[in-house]
Each structure stands twice: as structure tokens, then as C-alpha cells.
């Protein structure tokens, strides 16, 4: 009998960690021997808007909603033609465009990417608020305390949302200063286990 990919979507708001936790389970997987691909929907994206002359991520958030669209459909359709033990898909919720939050994982993303699993990766705010003016590799909005709270209240409702659309489970996933080998492995363990 062949074994079905296992398609896991890890999401998380800026600041959270999930990109260094998402590279740290794809090593550890990879070192149980457990073959993984890793899709950055980010840079998926990007990769197919420099076709338009758009040079960063940061510059696509400030795109318009159908021209997101566009690129997301593109993003998705080439990750649901990748084939692993295990894809794990980076990506966020929602982003934050000029004409209000725009989902990241509208339906018919779900449906092209048909996820067995869903991951919401969550900080303490005061964390992700530090993290966010310390990190200088990217440019980020930056927000008050309150509004880092609210984005993560939505966090929740929206990964619900996402699972009863896509029928896969979630889970919520902590990553605390100075927990994210705890992070990992939880992850790791929910992949392996089911």
C-alpha cells in the first residue's frame, strides 16, 4: 500500500518563530529519514511575481487583491504538484494589505493544497512584539501590543475556520523564548504519529 503524503500547513503570525521552527522540524525529520520538502508560500510567490518585476515579499503585500490572488493560485498549484513522505507549507493566515486583512488561506488554496494537518504556531505578544524590532532582515509593520493581540485572537479563529473548510485537523503550537526545541518537537511528533 502506498503511503499518502502528508501535507502539513504551519502557520503563524510575524514574530512568532515558525520559519526557524519549520526548518528545524524538516531537519530533524530529515534526520529519522523521513523525506520532506519544504514549500515557502512566501517565496513561491515571489518567485512568480518577479516575473513582474516585484522584488520582495513585503513589495506583494502591498499589491492589489486580485493581483494577490493571481499569485497565490499560482503558488498553490505549484505546491500541490509536490511530492514527499511530507511537505510542510510555510505560510500565514492572513496578510495585512492596504484594503484590510486578506485571507492567506482562502478555500479554494485548501482545496488545490488538500492539507492532512494544520499548525497554528503562537508566542506571548510582549515576545513577538521584541522579536519583530529585532529582526532586521525584513520590513515589518510595526504594531502595538494590543493590535499583536488581536492578530493572534484572529489567529485562532481563523485556523478553526481553515479546518472545518479542509475537514484536517489543527493544533496550537507555543514557541516561547528559548522553547523551540520543545516546538519542534511537538511538531515532529504529530507528524510522525498520525
Not at 497565490?72 to 509536490?82: G, T, W
Not at 511537505?87 to 482562502?106: A, C, Q, S
Not at 509593520?141 to 499583536?148: L, N, R
Amino acid at each position: 500500500m502506498e503511503e499518502k503524503t502528508k501535507r502539513i500547513i504551519v502557520v503563524g503570525i510575524p514574530g512568532v518563530g515558525k520559519t526557524t521552527v519549520v526548518s528545524s522540524v524538516k531537519n530533524t525529520l530529515e534526520q529519522t529519514g523521513i523525506t520532506t520538502c519544504l514549500a515557502e508560500f512566501g517565496k513561491i510567490m515571489l518567485e512568480e511575481a518577479e516575473k513582474l518585476n516585484i522584488k520582495s515579499r513585503d513589495e506583494i503585500r502591498r499589491l492589489s487583491i486580485d493581483e494577490q490572488k493571481k499569485l497565490q493560485n499560482l503558488a498553490a498549484k505549484r505546491i500541490s504538484q509536490m511530492y514527499s513522505n511530507v511537505v510542510i507549507i510555510d505560510t500565514h493566515l492572513f496578510i495585512n494589505t492596504k484594503e484590510g486583512y486578506y485571507p492567506g488561506l482562502p478555500a479554494d488554496l485548501l482545496n488545490h493544497m488538500k492539507p492532512t494537518h494544520l499548525i497554528l504556531i503562537i508566542a506571548n505578544p510582549e515576545e513577538i512584539y521584541h522579536r519583530r524590532q529585532n529582526d532586521s532582515s525584513r520590513i515589518r509593520d510595526m504594531i502595538s501590543m494590543e493590535s499583536i493581540k488581536n492578530e493572534i485572537d484572529l489567529s485562532k479563529i481563523l485556523i478553526s475556520c481553515c479546518s472545518i473548510i479542509s475537514g484536517a485537523p489543527f493544533k496550537i503550537l507555543a514557541n516561547h523564548e528559548g522553547s523551540m526545541k520543545d516546538c519542534t518537537q511537538k511538531m515532529v511528533s504529530l507528524i510522525l504519529d498520525t
